[in-house]
């Protein structure tokens, strides 16, 4: 058989389970959090009186704060393009018999998904501190550019991907947390909080996703694993820019941003893939070809080796200046 069918067979096994997917890892729209609860209440008398409080703790956030929130915001807001490219992985369906499981998971995802940029992107607009039109044209110009990840349409290379990066969002947005709180802000401190939680859960799918597979498939598996850490994960807003930039141009600087600040650094990047290869016990698998063998060997070698690299990176200590953010208004 081949490597394209046995993939599809293991999908349609794995398919079998989506509803207690769904029920495990995803919560009922009745029960989870929705932006409106975190946000002055625009019907409310008092709303003019929250607003104004909102703005005067917004004051006190510095700049590289700023632009990693808005980089994020941005992300978050790009999920038009992980719909579709998820959906396009070989055994999710949304069409026949009215979809399969697999599209039905993608869905109920993407619904817990938009949540996130809707709260933050109405947060940022709240702030007063941001050009939210410039926010805007980025938020535009990242989902017309979408996206290359490097998964192809193979589902092992896609949750080997989306365990990595749901972990790195999970880290980001809960420094963004911590930091808040820091300056005082408990209202976006509680925001960025409550989003982590659901990006934990989403990693801790995807990865349950990825274990499943490695108990039928554990050679393929470890090749796809192999081959997204060779090539490196990449994050989802790679192709970032500002208005009047080239595709990807503002990309490392928010990057820059965000290590500066320790939101999101090369360790942080190390750490999760130690963190992948605990969860899949990769030193236990049995029944390995000699390839897949090779690639094991690989895997574990290259921690440390990555951890040796990421101590010689030099992050620039003058941050970029961003149209997304007017410097006058900030600290
Ligand atoms: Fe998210
Ligand atoms: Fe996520």
């Not at 104004?52 to 808005?70: G, N, S, T």
């Not at 499981?101 to 109405?122: A, P």
């Not at 980025?138 to 080997?160: A, C, E, M, S, W």
């Amino acid at each position: 058989m081949s490597i394209k069918n046995v993939r599809l067979e293991v999908m349609q096994f794995l398919e079998k389970n989506i509803d207690s997917f769904v029920e495990n890892y995803l919560i009922p729209v009745e029960n989870i959090w929705q932006p409106s609860d975190l946000l002055p209440d625009s019907q409310n008398e008092n709303f003019y009186e929250d607003l104004k409080e909102l703005r005067e703790i917004a004051k006190d956030l510095p700049y590289d704060f700023w632009v990693v929130l808005i980089g994020d915001t941005i992300t978050e807001e790009a999920l038009p393009t992980y719909e579709s490219w998820l959906m396009d992985v070989e055994g999710v369906n949304q069409v026949e018999n009215g979809g399969n499981g697999w599209s039905k998971w993608v869905r109920n995802w993407t619904g817990e998904e938009n949540r996130h940029g809707d709260l933050l992107n109405k947060y940022l607009y709240l702030s007063g501190r941001i050009n939210m039109r410039e926010v805007e044209i980025t938020t535009q110009h990242l989902i017309n550019d979408g996206f290359d990840i490097g998964t192809d349409r193979d589902p092992y290379k896609n949750f080997v991907y989306t365990s990595f990066q749901e972990l790195a969002t999970y880290v980001s947005h809960n420094r963004v947390s911590q930091i808040a709180k820091q300056y005082g802000d408990k209202r976006l401190s509680k925001m960025c909080k409550l989003i982590a939680g659901d990006e934990m859960r989403h990693h801790h799918a995807y990865s349950e996703f990825v274990n499943r597979i490695f108990q039928v498939d554990p050679s393929e598996m470890m090749l796809a694993f192999q081959y997204m850490m060779k090539q490196k994960i990449v994050m989802p807003a790679h192709f970032l820019r500002e208005s009047g930039q080239k595709i990807g141009e503002a990309f490392e600087q928010f990057s820059d941003s965000a290590q500066r600040i320790g939101v999101y650094t090369a360790n942080d990047y190390v750490d999760i893939l130690r963190k992948l290869i605990d969860k899949w016990q990769i030193d236990k698998i049995n029944g390995l070809t000699s390839e897949a063998e090779k690639a094991r060997d690989y895997l574990m070698k290259l921690p440390d080796r990555m951890a040796r690299i990421s101590e010689r990176l030099v992050i620039p200590e003058e941050s970029h200046i961003f149209k997304w953010v007017t410097p006058a208004l900030i600290k």
